[in-house]
């Protein structure tokens, strides 16, 4: 059960229930969908919830992410959880991407997907794909693009094993996911990542600064995030090393965020990221190799 004592019950729930949140908006919008007809749409019967998934209480809602409470909720608090603001943050993952006219871009944990929006605005001949376990989420992802007049296609799918082709993504992107994942699921999203890449295709990250984090405590525990403590402890450039990525890099972004990089190399098409029972051991610090990685040619 989700504990209802927590900072964000007692402090900041009251205040975006007051001053921020048009609660009687989201009511309405929560009740003009007909969610089993909604999730229909999407829900892969085949699909298999990890673990950690169904039962981790993210952000105190008892059943996750798979509520149409917590995807009407998820845009308007998010709106206000980056600062210096959501679109500034977004931007950030964008303005990093180096890889030239991506043509087949995954958003991975794409949730309501505000970020796999604003990358097919940017690269609009591309192929987009939004890819989250929650059909609730997808739904409102659905909702936007329509509105938003863009051709996204949606897919229920867990991110560690997407049953998509070999070698047929050139940029690969996750915002706001691994700080939800425990360390096994990450590695194991990296390593999924690693292999739907074509060499010269980059795997792009946005999440909070692991560093940061390290040493603010109360602010891991403001948001109700059952694995962030361990997100924190942990290291995204090692664990992509981990995965074989090259060129990794980690860009601290106002000082809470940071964007991580990670290229597939040229020179290592055929290199085997490490074994599975490898990716257990945080604190292997494997050197990511350097310059070996080019962005794919436009
Ligand atoms: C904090 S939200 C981030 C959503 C979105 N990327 C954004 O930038 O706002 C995390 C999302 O990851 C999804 N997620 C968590 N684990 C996943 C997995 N193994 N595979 C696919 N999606 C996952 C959740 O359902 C949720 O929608």
Redesign the pocket.
């Given at each position: 059960m989700p504990r209802q004592d927590t900072l964000f019950e007692r402090f900041l729930s009251p205040f975006f229930r007051t001053f921020l949140i048009d609660e009687p908006a989201l009511q309405q919008l929560k009740a003009e969908i007909d969610w089993p007809q909604a999730t229909q749409r999407f829900q892969r019967s085949d699909l298999t919830y990890?673990d950690?998934?169904r039962t981790a209480p993210?952000h105190g809602i008892a059943a996750?992410?798979?509520t149409p409470d917590?995807a009407v909720t998820?845009?308007p608090i998010?709106h206000y959880v980056l600062p210096p603001g959501e679109a500034i943050v977004?931007q950030a993952l964008i303005d990093a991407i180096r890889v030239q006219s991506p043509q087949r871009i995954l958003?991975?944990?794409?949730?309501?997907?505000?970020?796999?929006l604003r990358l097919k605005q940017t690269f609009p001949q591309a192929d987009v794909i939004?890819?989250?376990?929650?059909p609730h989420?997808l739904v409102m992802a659905d909702r936007k693009a329509q509105a938003a007049n863009q051709s996204i296609t949606w897919l229920h799918?867990?991110?560690?094993q997407t049953g998509l082709a070999d070698h047929s993504f050139d940029l690969v992107?996750?915002?706001?996911?691994f700080?939800?994942?425990p360390p096994t699921?990450t590695q194991?999203?990296l390593r999924e990542g690693y292999r739907l890449l074509k060499t010269g295709g980059e795997f792009l990250i946005?999440d909070g600064n692991q560093q940061t984090l390290r040493f603010t405590p109360w602010l891991m525990d403001i948001f109700e995030e059952p694995y962030i403590h361990a997100y924190a402890e942990g290291s995204l450039d090692a664990d992509l090393g981990r995965a074989g990525f090259g060129a990794v890099q980690t860009t601290p972004f106002w000082g809470i965020h940071q964007v991580t990089r990670g290229g597939k190399p040229i020179a290592q098409a055929t290199a085997t990221p490490c074994p599975p029972e490898a990716a257990n051991d945080r604190k292997l610090e494997r050197e990511p190799a350097t310059g070996d990685w080019v962005p794919m040619p436009g």
């Open positions: 990890p950690y998934y993210f996750g992410y798979l917590a998820y845009d998010t977004r958003d991975l944990g794409c949730g309501t997907g505000s970020m796999t939004g890819l989250d376990l929650s989420m799918a867990d991110a560690a992107t996750a915002a706001l996911l700080h939800e994942t699921v194991a999203i946005l």
